[in-house]
């Protein structure tokens, strides 16, 4: 078994290792500005709102909707190879940034926009934790 | 300079593109490395505008390609380069490098500036399958690549999906422009595709990343192709008839590094170059004769046309069907097969395509009369660039 088939992980920074952190513990987490109080994500140094430096880490609900989506076929990776076909959504979260992960728990066939979906974490080996999204019960 | 500020100013005719070159394009030709393919390209597109490559005073190399100034300094024996740069945008790359090299012509730095690109995208490393090692991809690197989202057909797949969601656009629309593009690289003869494509075909071949289906992908090419953007008034002086470039301009969307984080997702950077570009320009999307539009994939080009204003937000997929974009169509698009069918010169093929129209030399794919186009560019999660040109 070659390296080629190991899923690519993630090389976190300074700036971003508490994301990773929070996943490990089942959280969701993005930045605050301590100034003026916006969230943003993906993890950057500077507020692009006020330009402040000085943030907070906040554990989102997890809630959100489908923004969109592609059903990925081809596999670029040979690490994806075994689980494809795989579902990649972009989510729109209830606080206002967004999140992608694969999609668990329903046939693709019936997803459209505005979907309710849930965040739930996955570690598959000694990989990272990710996010995947889950209908929402009901 | 009246007629430079009644059109808005900045570069409006400053530059002209004075020389075009290119190779054989196609899949494992074996016909030399990617920096000989851009060497041979280069020394064809300086002859054709009847200079010396000693005569060449500034270049752009693509900024993730095989060469950098120093070798065309070294091969070509020029004396003096006096301006290089590099526009790392991806598939925007090259369009955009028309904007610095018309900047660096008309500021007098220098006269003559080279805009080559060689690449063995078939025979080595596929482009596709090493976008992360650029550093502009560190983001969806860092957090998006270990979810699975590898690939330009993965991470533009969501915008397409959105796009059909909310408008009613469709694969068989998609199809449309796979097929008239195909049909064009028939017609030029230099391209890796040669046979000809239904929308059967398309609907029938395999899905990549849903809705992309291997026919709304673009090539991985072996080739090399190059321009000469030259001071307008250099170019008086050469060997082809002058083709001014009008107006240009690049954009970058907002959340230029993620798409998942951009507050509009079908948003891109030609929606703020290309007003910029038609005020310089002072002409209207009605005037234009031909389109040279990047289309990497299929849907880039669907969305392109809308920025562009030749049709109205959503409207992309109905104005493409009927074999509009072909040839005696309402807009002829990619006269030479584009990164579909021709060969993925990221783009710089388009440019040579805009001006062998616009000299009247498009042979078999000449859109009679054309005297005015515009070519763009898409690139790095949709950074776009644009050029309006005229034959003068």
């Not at chain 1, 209830?94 to 926009?113: H, K, N, S, T």
């Not at chain 2, 060469?67 to 024996?77: H, K, L, S």
């Amino acid at each position: 078994m070659s390296d080629a088939f190991a899923k690519p992980v993630p090389r976190p920074s300074e700036d971003t290792q508490p994301y990773w952190d929070g996943l490990a513990r089942g959280e969701l987490l993005v930045q605050r500005c301590k100034d003026c109080g916006r969230l943003r994500h993906y993890p950057r140094p500077v507020c692009d709102g006020c330009w402040s430096m000085a943030h907070e880490w906040v554990a989102l609900s997890g809630h959100g909707t489908v923004h969109s989506w592609t059903v990925c076929h081809h596999p670029f990776h040979l690490g994806f190879k075994a689980q494809s076909p795989y579902v990649l959504l972009t989510i729109d979260l209830a606080e206002g940034v967004r999140a992608m992960g694969q999609l668990r728990g329903m046939d693709p066939a019936g997803l459209r926009l505005g979907l309710k979906v849930r965040v739930d974490f996955e570690r598959e080996g000694e990989g990272p934790v990710l996010p995947v999204f889950r209908p929402e019960a009901g | 300079m009246a007629d430079s500020q009644a059109h808005g100013g900045g570069l409006f005719e400053r530059a002209a593109i004075t020389g075009i070159g290119e190779t054989a394009y196609g899949r494992g030709l074996q016909q030399g490395s990617a920096l000989s393919l851009q060497m041979q390209a280069s020394l064809a597109a300086i002859a054709d505008a009847g200079l010396s490559p000693r005569d060449i005073d500034g270049v752009i190399p693509v900024a993730t390609g095989a060469a950098v100034a120093e070798d065309f300094i070294t091969n070509f024996g020029i004396p003096d380069l006096r301006f290089s740069a590099t526009t790392p945008m991806g598939g925007a790359s090259c369009v955009a490098a028309i904007q610095a090299a018309a900047a660096a012509v008309a500021s007098g730095i220098c006269r003559h500036v080279l805009l080559p690109i060689g690449r063995t995208g078939y025979s080595g490393t596929r482009i596709g399958a090493r976008v992360h090692e650029m550093p502009q991809f560190r983001t969806i690197g860092e957090f998006e690549l270990p979810l699975g989202n590898i690939a330009p057909a993965q991470i533009y797949a969501p915008m397409a999906r959105r796009h059909m969601e909310l408008y009613g656009t469709t694969s068989r629309q998609l199809a449309e422009i796979a097929v008239t593009t195909r049909q064009h690289a028939i017609l030029n003869g230099n391209a890796a595709m040669t046979k000809p494509l239904s929308i059967d075909d398309h609907q029938t071949s395999r899905m990549i990343a849903d809705p992309l289906r291997l026919f709304d992908c673009s090539l991985e090419s072996d080739g090399g192709a190059a321009v000469v953007v030259s001071s307008a008034e250099a170019a008086r002086d050469l060997r082809q008839p002058r083709v001014l470039v009008m107006g240009v301009a690049e954009g970058h969307p907002d959340s230029p590094s993620v798409i998942t984080q951009r507050p509009d997702i079908l948003k891109i950077g030609l929606g703020k170059a290309a007003p910029r570009a038609f005020a310089m320009a002072g002409v209207k999307p009605s005037d234009i004769h031909v389109a040279e539009i990047y289309d990497c994939f299929t849907y880039v080009v669907l969305r392109q046309l809308e920025e562009l204003g030749f049709c109205a937000p959503g409207e992309g997929g109905s104005f493409v069907e009927g074999g509009a974009l072909g040839l005696g169509g309402r807009l002829p698009v990619n006269t030479h097969g584009g990164l579909l069918s021709q060969a993925h010169l990221a783009g710089m093929n388009h440019i040579v395509e805009l001006v062998r129209q616009l000299r009247g030399h498009g042979g078999a794919a000449q859109v009679e009369g054309a005297t005015l186009g515009l070519v763009t560019g898409y690139g790095d999660m949709g950074d776009g660039s644009i050029a309006i040109m005229r034959r003068a």
